[in-house]
């Protein structure tokens, strides 16, 4: 929903900026100008450039953006969709494995190769020298 005051355009208004020197994205009916943030973006300006005044929301979502970067989008807002334009898509967060638990499965892996490399070679051990005792 938009808020109190808030600016909002059409879809015909954010196409209009389409240009490396005029760049909006409709990414989940928020308008957002990013002209400035073309030569920071880390996947490189021509991503944005070749989204520019089209509707972004699909290809932010396959990218699988972090939510560190959506919180850096919050600077770029300019506005928000008309209401009559507006669609329903749902919003991907950064996935919980990345973070707590990705360690955990890390530190559990790191712990398992040794384990089973141990238990292999006690194997081998008892089988090579188990056998010839006197």
């Not at 020197?21 to 996947?43: A, C, M, Q, R």
């Not at 919050?74 to 638990?101: C, Y």
Request: glycine share 6%; net charge negative.
């Amino acid at each position: 929903m938009s808020g109190e005051g808030e600016k909002t355009f059409t879809r015909a208004d954010v196409a209009k900026h389409n240009t490396n020197k005029d760049t909006w994205l409709l990414i989940h009916n928020s308008i957002y100008d990013v002209t400035s943030f073309l030569n920071e973006h880390p996947g490189g300006e021509e991503v944005l450039i070749e989204q520019a005044g089209k509707d972004a929301t699909e290809n932010f979502e396959d990218v699988g953006h972090s939510n560190d970067a959506r919180e850096m989008m919050k600077k770029f807002k300019i506005g928000e969709l008309v209401e009559s334009e507006r669609t329903k898509v749902a919003q991907k967060s950064e996935p919980t494995w990345t973070t707590d638990n990705q360690s955990e499965q890390n530190s559990m892996k790191s712990m398992l190769l040794p384990l089973i490399l141990c238990v292999v070679a006690t194997l081998f051990y008892k089988l090579f020298f188990g056998g010839a005792k006197q």
